[in-house]
């Protein structure tokens, strides 16, 4: 199975399909009513406008039979079930955390983490931030900063690891904010940066720095298998180990870490917040019983804990990768052949377009990736996300203060598109790319203070 991720090949499906689920696409005039009521924005369209769903590879994986008969020995106590007891046991064996705090998924996870540790006046670090960890951080009063090498500011850099941190940077802030860092971030992988993968030996040094500072060293694991296999593939003496012997590595190096099973746990929902310290935890069940529900299943039903624990464990399963990360490469490929302008190199989770080299014709103040997005949904039902001025700008500004990127990202979700599903997206981007300069910008007419993407409305220029 190793050579479905080989350049040119097919993806080869390590699995057959038992269940179907019928989609069918919007015609064109469908389309463009869709988008107007939408107000253009693709969070508003409704799943059966939409026919190639690339929003997002969070919660939309397909989950395997053994997933699917885990949820049939669902064991729904209130208060010690024994599937939290199964999914602690493989949480426990996968990262070594002794303490594991179920919640309904990531940004639960983050909201217990970043409510219990920071405050007003501390600064946050991480590779780069997600919209919904930057949002918490700020929540708290705290400030949040992006510490991504330099390369991962540049979509043509062809750097195997440009989720790494700059360390001497992190080393400089660590030195001159002594009592103000609760805890460093790293994003594994780093998903506002494309998908782009941390080096084991990065993550090594970035710990090294955070001992000798004494701060606490924590992980986004979402994409963690995902980053481990492009460990196993491009980082010296990593080739031949397997996905669990890496990650056993990557999480040795961190002092805990938040996990949305949406992403590496291939469920529809879940996630956690794991921690080697007992008092932190302890403080963490605290604010679990207010936000989340009892420690042993954290706003989950008993019977989603037993699905992630099959899945948190299928997605360290080589073949499964392999194949995976084949579906974006063929996309990649594709797109390359007819010259779309991409972020390279491609990710673990999906194709970001570089808006600036595809849309050169557009300034920002156009919100250009907002108005490639709609291009794509109007072109061939197929819905992206933009990440750039629209999901890191705050209030109206149409400047994204924090990262120079703009970028649009098809994100593959796991286990369910074909390969004839994923050629039809990519050849509708080409058509819109070859007719890219008619292609006009969109203001904003609603404009929310924070997490705008989610909810702004725009309208065409
Ligand atoms: N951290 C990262 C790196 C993420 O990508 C996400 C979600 C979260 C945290 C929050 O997890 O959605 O379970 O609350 N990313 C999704 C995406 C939404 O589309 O990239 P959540």
Redesign the pocket.
């Known amino acids: 199975m190793g050579r479905s991720s080989d350049p040119g090949s097919l993806p080869l499906e390590p699995f057959r399909i038992k269940v179907v689920e019928a989609i069918a696409c919007p015609t064109r005039e469908e389309r463009e009513a869709a988008l107007a009521s939408a107000g253009f924005n693709l969070f508003n369209l409704t799943s059966e406008q939409v026919y190639i769903d690339l ?5 939309t994986s397909a989950m395997s039979d053994r997933q699917w008969a885990a949820l049939m020995v669902g064991d729904e106590t209130y208060a010690g079930s024994r599937n939290f007891a199964h999914f602690l046991e493989v949480v426990r064996d996968l990262t070594g955390f002794p303490h594991v705090i179920p919640a309904h ?4 996870a ?1 909201n217990l983490l970043f409510s219990t540790l920071a405050r007003p006046g501390m600064i946050v670090p991480n590779n780069m931030h ?1 919209d ?2 930057r949002a918490h951080v700020l929540r708290n009063g705290a400030e949040a900063v992006n510490l991504a090498i330099r390369e991962a500011y540049d979509p043509e850099s062809a750097h195997p690891f440009k989720g790494n941190m700059d360390v001497g940077k992190l080393d400089a802030l660590l030195g001159s904010s002594a009592g103000k860092v609760p805890l460093v971030m790293m ?1 594994l992988t780093n ?2 940066g494309g998908g782009q993968p941390v080096s084991l030996s990065n993550l090594r040094a970035v710990s090294e720095s955070c001992r000798r500072h004494g701060v606490p060293l924590y992980l ?1 694991m ?2 963690w298998a995902e980053n481990a296999f492009f460990v196993r593939e491009r980082e010296e003496g990593q080739a031949g180990r397997s996905i669990r012997e890496i990650g056993r590595d990557l999480f040795a190096l961190a002092d805990g870490a ?1 996990m ?1 099973a ?2 590496d746990g291939l469920v529809n929902i879940g ?1 956690f917040v794991a921690t080697r310290d007992a008092a932190l935890a302890e403080r963490l069940k605290e604010a679990l019983i207010v936000f989340e529900g009892f420690p042993t299943y954290g706003g989950l039903a008993r019977r989603d804990l037993e699905a992630m624990a099959v899945g948190l464990l299928e997605a360290t399963d080589l073949d499964y990768l392999a194949h995976r990360i084949a579906q974006v490469r063929f996309v990649a490929e594709r797109l390359d052949a007819a010259g779309v302008p991409f972020l390279k190199p491609v990710g673990g989770h999906g194709i970001y377009l570089d808006v600036r080299r595809f849309l050169s014709h557009l300034p920002v103040e156009d919100f250009p990736g907002q108005a490639l997005a709609i291009e794509i949904y109007r072109e061939g039902g197929v819905r992206s ?1 933009e990440v750039g001025s629209v999901m890191f700008g705050d209030g109206a500004s149409p400047h994204n203060g924090d990262s120079p990127l703009e970028l649009v990202r098809l ?1 593959i979700p796991r286990r369910v598109y074909t390969v004839s599903h994923l050629a039809y997206a990519a050849d509708a981007v080409v058509r819109v790319y070859e007719r890219r300069a008619s292609i006009r910008g969109v203001r904003m007419t609603h404009a929310p203070e924070h997490l705008r993407h989610f909810t702004a409305r725009f309208a065409p220029k």
Request: hydrophobic letters at 20%; charged letters at 25%.
């Open positions: 929003l997002t590879d969070s919660g998924q990531g940004r639960a983050e997600f919904t960890t994003t998903n506002t986004d979402c994409r938040t949305s949406k992403k996630g996300v994100a």
